[in-house]
Each structure stands twice: as C-alpha cells, then as structure tokens.
C-alpha cells in the first residue's frame, strides 16, 4: 500500500504470522525500462530471496499502461527475484489516472487485457505468475465481470478484487457480493479485498462472496494481530482475545526504532501518525492516544507518550536502582 507499507512494516507485520504473501508498494512504470537500483528500493527483500525476514514471499506490483514496457519492467523485476507480478487496476489517484494507469484502465477491458497479456507474454518460460489487482470499476460496475475476464483473458494467475468502484473511494460499505459475481464468470483463483477489519468480518466477507482467501489492506495496520487471530481461529476454532493497546503500541515502537535507523525523526513521527490514523478508527485506545500524540514532532517525547506506562515503569526501575546504589554505599 503506497506510502503505508513499506519494507519496515511488512518484515514486522509478517512476522506476527497469519500472512501467505505480501505486495510492494507500486513501481511506476511510463516508457523506460527502470535500473535495478528502483525494484531494490522499493522491494529491499529482493537481496533476500523477495521474502521477509520470517520467510513471507513478496509479490511485486506494477502500475501502469503500456503493455511492451510493463513486459520489459516486469521481465527485469523477475530477473532480479520478484516471484510474482502483480498488476495495479485499483489506484484511484487523481496524477495516476490522468497518466493512464491505476483505475483508469477499468474503464476499457481491452486495455486490461492488453496490459496483463503485455506482462504474461514477457515473464514466458520463467516460471513467475502475472496476476491483477481490481476495482469493481471506474465510476460504475458495469464492467466489473468484463474487467476480471479479461484480466483472465491477458493470462492474470489469480485476481484480487477490491469490492468498490474507484468513485467509491475507500468508504464502506464493500460489495463482497459483486466478487461471488465475478468468481462465477472468471476461473482463475479470485481473492476478495474491502473492509475486513474482524474475524468476523472475515467470515462474512468470505460467505457473501464465495471466495476462499482475503487479502487485508487497511485492516493490516489497524490491527496488526488480525492474520494471526484469523489463521488461529482457521487452525483451532477459537476467538482470541482482542488486540491490546500494548500490542499496537509495541509495532509502531519498533517501527521508530527500525525507521529511524534510515528516516529523519520528524519523518519517522509523521509516519507514526500516518499509521496511528489507520488504527484510530477502529480502536477506542490509539484514538484517545492519537489526540494527544498528534500535535508531537519530536520522536522522543511521542514515543513516551504512546505509552506512557512504559516511561513509569522505567523511572520506577530506575529509582529502584538509585536507591539500591544508596544503600551500597
Ligand atoms: C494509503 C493506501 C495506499 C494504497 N496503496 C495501494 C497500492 O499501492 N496498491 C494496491 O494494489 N492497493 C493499494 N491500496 C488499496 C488497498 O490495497 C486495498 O485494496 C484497499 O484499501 C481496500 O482494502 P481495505 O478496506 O482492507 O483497506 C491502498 C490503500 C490505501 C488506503
């Protein structure tokens, strides 16, 4: 997810289980064939055979429209290590569909199919799958099943459908029912995406549309338990209890620490709010947190307070250890 997730964030996300694979965030592809330099900076795991560091494979996403330089991206993106390539149909931004790529595309099947054909034909021989990421269209869903058959059409291994046109941006609900509708048209492997914030929602979202795997985008973040609380509840049938403010706070503390190793600190706390944000709408505890943390700039003083019990508890043990020197001497 372009500007949330990061190579930081899936090594950690990853690691608390639950995740089959990861997407990078978008290489934008226009009419040149990219140096390895770009793939590395946005996909770092493909030094480490494209996994993180728990061993998640990580998929590549391209975005973009001209189906030859797609191919030629994808083909180097595969030589470098990238095991999959995923093509982005969903991006709703303004920039990125003026320049043709995103969701634009949904508005001509033809052009899906020319763009995941473009990219099937060249990763031929190589073993490395092409699959689509979809909206359910551009201003309407006339073309939803059009748009995913053809995505079939172009040679796409498997889709994932976000349940919402571009028009209807990110806001609930999601058409989980319009995915049963194309699964039923469509005969590759068709995953459903779109307000999955629960187990139950999980198990909603996988009934109404009939699909047998998700993919969580938003939700990842919010609740950095949920792939684990779902794969726990798969392997055992139990409810795990919800997710603690600790558990929240804990993520984003070692993502400071991580980030902050490579980032600005003012960046690094720019991009804990941005993550905060995520997880305030769906937690009573990072949004009282969030109101007091997001006039902070400085990293020190947001990281005390995003858990102000660990500074106590810290003090006290310093206290504690003052007061045993005292006693020493
Ligand atoms: C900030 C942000 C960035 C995103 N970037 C991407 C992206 O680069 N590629 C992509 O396929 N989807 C991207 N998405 C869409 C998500 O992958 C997902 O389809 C969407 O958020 C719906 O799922 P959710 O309701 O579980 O969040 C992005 C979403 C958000 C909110």
Known sequence: ???????????????????????TEFVRVTD???????????????????????????????????????????????????????????????????????ASLLKTP??????????????????????????LGFEDKRLAVACAQAAEAGGAASL??????????????????WVRRIRQHVSVETVVNGDIWTLEDYQRARAISGCDHVMLG????????????????????????????????????EYAYQ?????????VVSLLKQWLNIMRQHDRDAAERFVELRRIRELSPFLQTLNPSDHSEREEKEEAFTALQTDRQ
């Open 1 to 23: 997810m372009e500007g949330v997730i990061d190579v930081i964030t899936r090594d950690l996300l990853t690691a608390r289980g639950g995740f089959d694979w990861a997407v």
């Open 32 to 102: 040149t064939l990219l140096p390895p330099r770009v793939f590395h900076r946005i996909c770092p795991e493909l030094v480490h055979r494209a996994e993180t560091s728990c061993g998640t494979p990580v998929h590549l996403q391209l975005l973009g429209s001209n189906p030859e330089r797609l191919g030629d991206n994808a083909r180097r993106a595969a030589e470098l290590g990238a095991p999959c390539i995923d093509i982005n149909f969903g991006c709703p931004a303004k920039t990125v569909n003026r320049h043709d790529g995103g």
């Open 110 to 135: 033809q052009r899906v199919e020319a763009v995941v054909a473009g990219v099937h034909r060249a990763l031929e021989g190589s073993g490395i799958p092409v699959t689509a990421k979809l909206r």
């Open 160 to 177: 994932v459908v976000h349940a919402r046109t571009r028009r209807e941006g990110y806001r609930p609900p999601a058409y989980w029912q």
């Open 218 to 253: 938003r939700a990842a973040l919010a609740d950095p338990l949920l792939a684990a609380r779902i794969r726990h509840w798969q392997a055992t049938g139990e409810h795990q209890p919800p997710t603690r403010w600790q558990d929240r706070s804990t993520i984003l503390k």
């Open 259 to 267: 980030a902050s190793q490579s980032v600005p600190e003012k960046v």
